[in-house]
């Protein structure tokens, strides 16, 4: 299965992931609309950390045995038979945090005003992943295998 990779080495912090991400998750598909005047706020399915001089994009691993799934009380988590990426129904989740708590890589946040969970569903409306294809210095890569 396709996965999304973060390179640290190339990875120079800009944040320009999330924005991305964020618009990509909106409604108005606009950034300052976005930004500005969608209520409730979007929100993005990755965030970068930095330490120092290191920095890097963390979002769901879509993990082969995905600890999120097995520990989900409703059902919303769920694999992607046909694609193997861990999915996420909003309108099955109740926002009770168990797939927050155990995700080893902390890569699912919570969106407190839709009152459910959001994370990275790989950009699945649209074909690639837009963090990938705006990363402007190629930190992150969509592929079967890390690079």
Known sequence: MKKVYANERL???????????????????DVVKAYL????KPVSRIRKEVH??????????HCDE????????TGAMNVDEK?????????????CLTCVMVCPA???????KLGV????DLCATSGSPVCVEKCPNQALVYAEAPP
């Open 52 to 61: 120092r001089s290191l920095s890097f994009a963390v979002q769901c691993r």
């Open 117 to 120: 969970v959001a994370k990275c």
């Open 66 to 73: 995905a600890p999120c799934v097995e520990a989900c009380l």
């Open 11 to 29: 990875c120079m912090g800009c944040g320009l992931c999330e924005v991305y991400c964020l618009v990509a998750h909106s409604s108005s598909k």
């Open 83 to 95: 694609s193997g990426a861990v999915t996420h129904d909003p309108e099955r989740c109740v926002e």
């Open 37 to 40: 005047k969608e209520r409730p």
């Open 106 to 112: 902390g890569a699912i946040k919570v969106d407190r």
